[in-house]
C-alpha cells in the first residue's frame, strides 16, 4: 500500500518540477492493452481534486467496474442498494475516452509493481467543470500489501473508503457455492419470486434492468418424471410468460429446449432458492428467488458473496413495490427462447 500512496504523492503537484522517483511512479502505460484489463475490478483507493467529492465517495459501500469488449460498468452499492452506470469507451495507446452527457472523461493508465492492481487518472471535464480523480483498482478487495505510488497532480492524499467484508477466501467460496444435495420437487413446486440476480455478461443487466418484476412457477406434469417450469416477465405494464419443461437432477436440473444447466446452492435463508444457469460449464446468471418479495440484510449480503465468489457483476436487486404478474393466463403460455 505505501508504493500507492507514494505514486499519489507523486501525482498530487504538478506546479513543481517532479523529482525523479515520481517520473518513474507517474509513467504511463505505452499500450492500453484490453485483454489485460477485461473483467472485473474493485475499487479500493482513490484521490480526489475536488475535496468536496470525497463526502460523496465516503457514503458508498463498494464499488465495482466490469470491462468487457468495449463497455465499461460501474456498479456501486450505496445504502444497500446497487446502482449501475454503462458507458461505452475507446482506445488509443494508453488512453482511454469516455462520454456521458455533455461530460467528457480520458483516462490514464500507470505502470505499477502490482500485478493485479490497475492504477487509472480520470480527467473529467464539461462546459462549467473539470477535476483531475486517481484510481487504485484491484482484481481483490483486500488491503494491498507492498508500496505504490499516488503526489504531482493537486489531488488529495488517498483514502480507502470501502469495507473489505466481502473479500471471500477459497475455503469460505467453497462453502458458499456447494451446491445442495438433492433437489426436491415438493420444496420447488409452486411460486418463486426474483429478488435479485448476477450475470456473467454485463450486457445482460440492461435486459434484466428493464424487468419492472419477475417469478417463476414449477408445476407437476402428466409425466411423473418431467416438471413444467414457467418464468414470468412484467416489463412496461406487460406480462409474458415463458414455458419450458425440465428435468430434475441431483442438485439441480435440465431443460428439454436449451443447453442449460442449473445448480440449487446452499443457502441460510429458509424460503429462499439460490440458482445457478451454466452452459456448457461457464455459469452465466445467479438468481436468487424467494416466497417473499424481498429479503433480510443478512440473506442479501450472503447472496452477493456467492457472486463474488463466481467473479461475476454486483448483484440487481428487484424492486420489491412493484406488482408481480398472475401466475396464469388464459390458454397456453409461449415456448420460452432464452433459459
Given at each position: 500500500?505505501?508504493?500507492?500512496?507514494?505514486t499519489?504523492?507523486?501525482?498530487?503537484?504538478v506546479?513543481?518540477?517532479?523529482?525523479?522517483?515520481?517520473?518513474k511512479?507517474v509513467k504511463?502505460?505505452?499500450?492500453?492493452?484490453?485483454?489485460?484489463?477485461?473483467?472485473r475490478?474493485?475499487?479500493?483507493?482513490?484521490?480526489?481534486?475536488?475535496?468536496a467529492?470525497?463526502?460523496i465517495?465516503?457514503?458508498?459501500?463498494?464499488?465495482v467496474?466490469d470491462?468487457?469488449n468495449s463497455?465499461?460498468?460501474?456498479?456501486?452499492?450505496?445504502a444497500g442498494?446497487?446502482q449501475?452506470?454503462?458507458?461505452?469507451f475507446?482506445l488509443?495507446?494508453?488512453i482511454?475516452?469516455?462520454k456521458?452527457?455533455?461530460?467528457n472523461?480520458?483516462?490514464?493508465?500507470?505502470y505499477?509493481?502490482c500485478?493485479?492492481?490497475?492504477?487509472?487518472?480520470?480527467?473529467?471535464?464539461?462546459?462549467?467543470?473539470?477535476t483531475?480523480?486517481?484510481?487504485?483498482?484491484?482484481?481483490?478487495?483486500?488491503?494491498?500489501?507492498?508500496?505504490?505510488?499516488?503526489?504531482?497532480?493537486?489531488?488529495s492524499?488517498?483514502?480507502v473508503p470501502?469495507?473489505?467484508?466481502?473479500?471471500?477466501?477459497?475455503?469460505?467460496?467453497?462453502?458458499?457455492?456447494h451446491?445442495?444435495?438433492?433437489?426436491?420437487f415438493?420444496?420447488?413446486?409452486?411460486s418463486?419470486?426474483?429478488?435479485?440476480?448476477?450475470?456473467?455478461?454485463?450486457?445482460?443487466?440492461?435486459?434484466l434492468?428493464?424487468?419492472?418484476?419477475?417469478r417463476?412457477?414449477f408445476?407437476?406434469?402428466?409425466?411423473?418424471?418431467?416438471?413444467?417450469?414457467t418464468?414470468?416477465?412484467?416489463?412496461?405494464?406487460?406480462?409474458?410468460?415463458?414455458?419450458?419443461?425440465?428435468?430434475?437432477?441431483?442438485?439441480?436440473?435440465t431443460?428439454?429446449?436449451?443447453?442449460?444447466?442449473?445448480?440449487a446452492?446452499?443457502?441460510?435463508?429458509s424460503d429462499?432458492?439460490?440458482m445457478?444457469?451454466?452452459?456448457?460449464?461457464?455459469?452465466?446468471r445467479?438468481?436468487l428467488?424467494?416466497?417473499?418479495?424481498?429479503?433480510?440484510?443478512t440473506?442479501?449480503e450472503?447472496f452477493?458473496?456467492?457472486?463474488a465468489?463466481?467473479?461475476?457483476?454486483?448483484?440487481?436487486?428487484?424492486?420489491?413495490?412493484?406488482e408481480?404478474?398472475?401466475?396464469?393466463?388464459s390458454?397456453?403460455p409461449?415456448?420460452?427462447?432464452?433459459?
Amino acid at each position: 500500500m505505501f508504493a500507492i500512496l507514494l505514486t499519489v504523492l507523486c501525482l498530487v503537484s504538478v506546479s513543481r518540477s517532479a523529482p525523479l522517483a515520481c517520473e518513474k511512479l507517474v509513467k504511463p502505460l505505452e499500450q492500453f492493452d484490453i485483454q489485460n484489463v477485461t473483467g472485473r475490478w474493485s475499487l479500493v483507493a482513490v484521490s480526489l481534486e475536488d475535496r468536496a467529492h470525497e463526502n460523496i465517495v465516503r457514503r458508498k459501500d463498494s464499488i465495482v467496474v466490469d470491462i468487457r469488449n468495449s463497455s465499461y460498468i460501474e456498479a456501486e452499492r450505496v445504502a444497500g442498494r446497487c446502482q449501475y452506470d454503462l458507458l461505452d469507451f475507446t482506445l488509443e495507446g494508453h488512453i482511454l475516452t469516455m462520454k456521458a452527457g455533455n461530460v467528457n472523461l480520458t483516462g490514464t493508465l500507470f505502470y505499477t509493481s502490482c500485478a493485479d492492481c490497475m492504477v487509472l487518472t480520470m480527467h473529467i471535464k464539461s462546459p462549467t467543470y473539470r477535476t483531475v480523480e486517481f484510481y487504485l483498482l484491484s482484481r481483490r478487495r483486500q488491503k494491498l500489501e507492498g508500496p505504490e505510488c499516488l503526489c504531482c497532480f493537486s489531488v488529495s492524499v488517498p483514502f480507502v473508503p470501502f469495507s473489505m467484508s466481502h473479500c471471500m477466501s477459497p475455503s469460505a467460496c467453497e462453502k458458499l457455492l456447494h451446491p445442495l444435495e438433492q433437489l426436491d420437487f415438493h420444496h420447488l413446486e409452486g411460486s418463486w419470486a426474483l429478488v435479485a440476480g448476477s450475470v456473467s455478461d454485463p450486457a445482460h443487466l440492461e435486459s434484466l434492468k428493464s424487468r419492472d418484476s419477475a417469478r417463476i412457477i414449477f408445476a407437476g406434469n402428466s409425466d411423473a418424471s418431467k416438471i413444467s417450469f414457467t418464468r414470468v416477465f412484467s416489463s412496461d405494464d406487460s406480462c409474458q410468460y415463458m414455458h419450458s419443461n425440465i428435468t430434475l437432477q441431483g442438485s439441480g436440473f435440465t431443460f428439454e429446449q436449451f443447453n442449460i444447466t442449473v445448480t440449487a446452492l446452499n443457502t441460510s435463508c429458509s424460503d429462499c432458492a439460490v440458482m445457478r444457469f451454466d452452459k456448457s460449464k461457464q455459469v452465466q446468471r445467479l438468481y436468487l428467488f424467494s416466497r417473499r418479495r424481498e429479503v433480510g440484510q443478512t440473506e442479501m449480503e450472503e447472496f452477493k458473496a456467492q457472486a463474488a465468489c463466481l467473479n461475476i457483476t454486483a448483484p440487481f436487486a428487484m424492486d420489491p413495490s412493484k406488482e408481480l404478474c398472475p401466475e396464469k393466463i388464459s390458454g397456453n403460455p409461449a415456448e420460452g427462447q432464452n433459459a
